[in-house]
C-alpha cells in the first residue's frame, strides 16, 4: 500500500511565503507614504506571518536533521518583526538596522541550505540559494544608500518633491518582496525532481510474466 500523500509539503511552503511577499510589495507600492512607520509595520506582518508557516514547516514538512533552518529562519523572522512592531521604535534609523540584520542573516542561512542542499541532491537547493541572495542583496542595498540622504527633484506640471533615504529603503524593501514573490510562486508552481520521486515510489511494480516477451 502506498504512503498517504503529505497534505503540507516544500511547495506549499513556497507559495505561502510567496503569498506573504506580494501582499507586503502591493502594500508598499501602493502606500503613498513611504516613512520608516509604514516600512517597519508592513516588514513586520510579512515576516510574522512567513516566521509561523516556516515553523509549522519544520514539523509538517521537514525530517529532523532539515529542521534547524526553518526553526532559525522563523526565529529571526520573529525577531525582528517584534522588533519592528513596536510603533514607538519606528525610526528611520531602526528601519535600516533592523533589515539590513535580518536580510543579511537570513540569506545567510538560506545560502548555508542550498549549498548544502546541493551537496545532497536536493531538488529545492537552488530555490534557497536564490533566495538567499536575494536577502544579502538587500542588505548590501541598503547599506549602500547613504545616512541622511535628501535629493529635492521637480516634476513638470506636478510640483517639486524630496527623494530622501527611508523613501529609497523602503522602496527596496518592496521591490525585495515581489521579486521574492515571483521567484517563490514560480518555484511553487513548477514540478520538482522530488515530486517525481514520490509518484514512481507510489506506482505499483509491474508484475513479472515468467518468460513472456
Do not use: C, N
Not at 544608500?145 to 523602503?170: H, M, N, R
Amino acid at each position: 500500500m502506498s504512503a498517504p500523500a503529505r497534505a503540507f509539503t516544500v511547495r506549499h511552503v513556497h507559495l505561502l511565503r510567496a503569498l506573504f511577499a506580494a501582499a507586503a510589495a502591493v502594500m508598499i507600492t501602493f502606500s503613498p507614504d513611504h516613512s520608516a512607520a509604514v516600512g517597519l509595520s508592513v516588514f513586520s506582518g510579512f515576516v510574522l506571518t512567513t516566521g509561523l508557516v516556516l515553523i509549522l514547516a519544520a514539523w509538517l514538512v521537514f525530517p529532523a536533521g532539515q529542521r534547524w533552518s526553518s526553526i532559525v529562519l522563523a526565529l529571526l523572522g520573529f525577531v525582528a518583526g517584534m522588533t519592528a512592531g513596536v510603533p514607538a521604535w519606528r525610526t528611520d534609523d531602526l528601519f535600516f538596522i533592523v533589515l539590513i540584520g535580518w536580510s543579511a542573516a537570513t540569506g545567510l542561512v538560506e545560502l548555508i541550505v542550498g549549498l548544502r542542499g546541493r551537496r545532497s541532491g536536493d531538488a529545492t537547493a537552488r530555490d534557497s540559494l536564490t533566495v538567499g541572495a536575494f536577502g544579502l542583496l538587500l542588505a548590501v542595498v541598503l547599506i549602500a544608500i547613504p545616512a541622511g540622504f535628501v535629493q529635492p527633484y521637480a516634476i513638470e506640471g506636478a510640483g517639486e518633491f524630496v527623494l530622501t533615504g527611508i523613501i529609497l529603503g523602503v522602496g527596496m524593501f518592496g521591490g525585495y518582496a515581489a521579486i521574492v514573490a515571483v521567484f517563490l510562486a514560480i518555484a511553487g508552481l513548477t514540478p520538482k525532481r522530488a515530486d517525481a520521486v514520490e509518484v514512481a515510489a507510489d506506482e505499483p511494480a509491474p508484475i513479472d510474466h515468467g518468460g513472456e516477451r
